[in-house]
């Protein structure tokens, strides 16, 4: 899950991100903490150039988060992160710059200008005696899905369709709790998928369970949100079940399998729905350099996702290069693939049935790594 990253594989080549909450994985070792007082600091700096193959007279990459400028250099994100771990009081602030928060924050009802540059900002409340349960409350990542929002966190430099059209934050409450050494259970009361600002009366709840055992061999996390996200009406609600494996063999290998079932009742005359699966691996080759390929398929069976009814497959190999600590590299090819036509090609929109794109991703880093 993306939100809570308690670091709980220091031997593995990534992570298991959150303990409790979060599931993806870190490649890389972090940089020695920075500190001041009771503060951590951790920051950012994203940038990429992506060559796309259609040469879109859009100069855009359909389906994509975050390398959506296509066949020229671009700001990804910049990210700077203050945050005090609950001691039995917390918070965590991100300040956020570049056009991934642009996305990120693209349907907000309270608008792009109010809220893109803060990507979380919650506090926290951890009980003494009350056995690891914690309380926050504020703006914080979903916990939905595999790949993180931070490109020193994940495998690949660009999103899947996984990451790309699920949930990306929500704004409310949210607890934690640890039922034993190895599982954990959460529940989530949030205005609704990616708004700061509700755009109805309802409230979207969400369930997670974490199952980590103690090897650090393998991981499972669930999570359910269900709620209204009409704008205006409660009326219909959006189903949304995510759960990811993680698998970790060795030092050198590490597995992840993502499954997501998403149903939205009363759209037009029916329902909608949507099935997606995402499987990627990630293989260390030495301490500078690594491979990760990642595989998708997406079932928009009506069309209420990606606008149009279509079925949707991924393929990405992605090469990583480590310079130094907190400096590193990814060369990326990528194929998309629609049953209609979906991506852009020259001047005539929406004209073809793939898209192939190859990018180049810089990423400097500092600080705790979750």
């Known amino acids: 899950m993306k939100n809570i990253r308690l670091l709980t594989a220091a031997t593995s080549t990534f992570a298991l991100a959150g303990a409790l909450l979060a599931q993806s994985p870190a490649p890389a070792p972090a940089p020695s903490v920075w500190s001041a007082g009771p503060i951590t600091f951790s920051g950012l700096i994203d940038g990429y150039y992506s060559f796309n193959s259609n040469h879109p007279s859009s100069r855009a990459n359909n389906l994509r988060n975050f390398e959506v400028k296509a066949n020229q250099f671009s700001l990804n994100m910049t990210k700077f992160t203050l945050e005090h771990e609950a001691d039995p009081v917390g918070f965590k602030l991100d300040l956020g710059f570049g056009r991934a928060w642009e996305i990120f924050h693209a349907t907000d009802p309270a608008g792009t200008d109010v809220v893109r540059y803060i990507p979380q900002a919650y506090v926290s409340l951890k009980p003494k005696n009350a056995g690891g349960l914690q309380f926050d409350f504020g703006k914080f990542y979903t916990s939905a899905g595999a790949e993180l929002t931070e490109n020193n966190l994940t495998w690949s430099y660009g999103r899947g369709y996984l990451y790309t059209n699920g949930p990306y934050y929500h704004t409310g409450l949210r607890m934690t709790k640890p039922v034993n050494e190895v599982f954990a259970v959460g529940l989530q009361v949030v205005n609704g998928w990616n708004n700061v600002e509700d755009n109805?009366?309802?409230?979207?709840?969400?369930?997670?369970?974490?199952?980590?055992?103690?090897n650090k061999k393998f991981a499972w996390y669930n999570n359910y949100?269900?709620?209204?996200?009409?704008?205006?009406t409660n009326t219909g609600k959006r189903n949304f079940y995510d759960t990811v494996i993680n698998l970790n063999p060795s030092d050198k290998a590490n597995f992840y399998a993502n499954f997501d079932y998403g149903h939205e009742s009363k759209v037009g005359k029916g329902d909608a729905k949507w099935v997606a699966l995402g499987l990627?691996?990630?293989?260390?080759?030495?301490?500078k350099w690594a491979f990760s390929p990642r595989f998708e398929v997406y079932d928009d069976k009506d069309g209420f996702i990606t606008g149009q009814a279509q079925k949707l497959n991924s393929f990405t190999l992605t090469g990583e290069y480590k310079w130094v600590e907190g400096l590193l590299a990814r060369l990326e090819y990528r194929h998309d693939r629609s049953n209609k036509p979906y991506f852009?090609?020259?001047?005539?929109?929406?004209?073809?049935?793939?898209?192939?794109t190859l990018t180049l991703g810089i990423v400097a880093f500092f600080g705790p790594k979750r």
Do not use: M, W
């Open 344 to 356: 852009d090609r020259g001047n005539e929109l929406a004209s073809a049935k793939n898209q192939n």
């Open 225 to 232: 949100y269900v709620g209204p996200e009409k704008n205006d």
């Open 280 to 287: 990627a691996g990630r293989f260390a080759i030495n301490d």
């Open 200 to 214: 109805n009366s309802g409230k979207t709840l969400g369930f997670t369970t974490a199952y980590t055992p103690k």
